[in-house]
């Protein structure tokens, strides 16, 4: 069974860090794309990165610039570093992944669509302060 586990979150003012993680177990992560969705109160639920088992990542164009996503496939884990943060990343911040370890699969989940993705985390409560 696929298991996501998200930590990381926390209250932070605008301009600081937060490195998230989402540790991964029941499956064999490399062979998965991941990724990190947000959704904060009265939203839909929203792409913000996502990287496929290629290694080909994609960013929303708000974190642009200012996120890094990254895979150790070694120890089953995603990251999402997060710099200059803005009151607007203010959100639950969910890991998801979807199989992928073939051509076909990968080209149908489409980066930072949460319907493309089957299996997801709790969340982790991401505040930003101004």
């Known amino acids: 069974q696929v298991q996501l586990v998200e930590s990381g979150g926390d209250s932070v003012m605008a301009g600081g860090s937060l490195r998230l993680s989402c540790a991964a177990s029941g499956y064999t992560y490399s062979t998965y794309c991941v990724g990190w969705f947000r959704q904060a109160p009265g939203k839909e639920r929203e792409g913000v990165a996502t990287?496929?088992?290629?290694?080909?990542?994609t960013y929303a164009d708000s974190v642009k610039g200012r996120f890094t996503i990254s895979r150790d496939n070694a120890k089953n884990s995603l990251f999402l570093q997060m710099n200059r943060l803005k009151p607007e990343d203010t959100a639950m911040y969910y890991c998801?992944?979807?199989?992928?370890?073939?051509?076909?699969?990968?080209?149908?989940?489409?980066?930072?669509?949460?319907?493309?993705?089957?299996?997801w985390g709790q969340g982790t409560q991401v505040t930003v302060s101004s």
């Open positions: 990287i496929d088992s290629l290694g080909t990542t």
């Open positions: 998801a992944a979807a199989f992928c370890a073939t051509v076909a699969q990968r080209l149908r989940v489409t980066p930072l669509r949460a319907p493309a993705f089957s299996y």
